[in-house]
């Protein structure tokens, strides 16, 4: 089993910063790809950055300069490091990843999600 921890969310004001993280643990052989996501109340969860094993990176329009998706490989955790927030980002944010459990077995995981809070 795998289980993905995110941590790093919270209130914070227009304008300011925050670091998300989400650790994946259990059994994994490599990690395919990790994204984060974002849902409000009554809306479809989003895709908001992702980023592959091998580092290529992707972002919705929305947060384009402002946000930063990395990886660690050996800890197997993504981080968003988010940037110039605005009202708009307010979301619960969560973790996926597509894990490698062996050469032909990938699984996708989602963390429990993390309040993010932008206040004005």
């Known amino acids: 089993q795998v289980q993905l921890v995110e941590s790093g969310g919270g209130l914070v004001q227009a304008g300011g910063s925050l670091r998300l993280s989400c650790a994946a643990s259990g059994t994994i052989s490599s990690i395919d790809y990790m994204g984060w996501y974002r849902q409000v109340p009554g809306k479809q969860r989003d895709m908001v950055a992702s980023i592959t094993g091998s580092g290529t990176t992707h972002y919705v329009d929305s947060v384009k300069g402002r946000f930063t998706i990395s990886m660690d490989n050996a800890k197997n955790t993504v981080y968003l490091q988010m940037n110039s927030l605005k009202l708009e980002d307010t979301a619960v944010y969560y973790c996926?990843?597509?894990?490698?459990?062996?050469?032909?077995?990938?699984?996708?995981?989602w963390g429990q999600g993390t309040q993010v809070t932008v206040s004005s």
């Open positions: 996926n990843a597509a894990v490698r459990r062996g050469p032909f077995t990938v699984i996708n995981y």
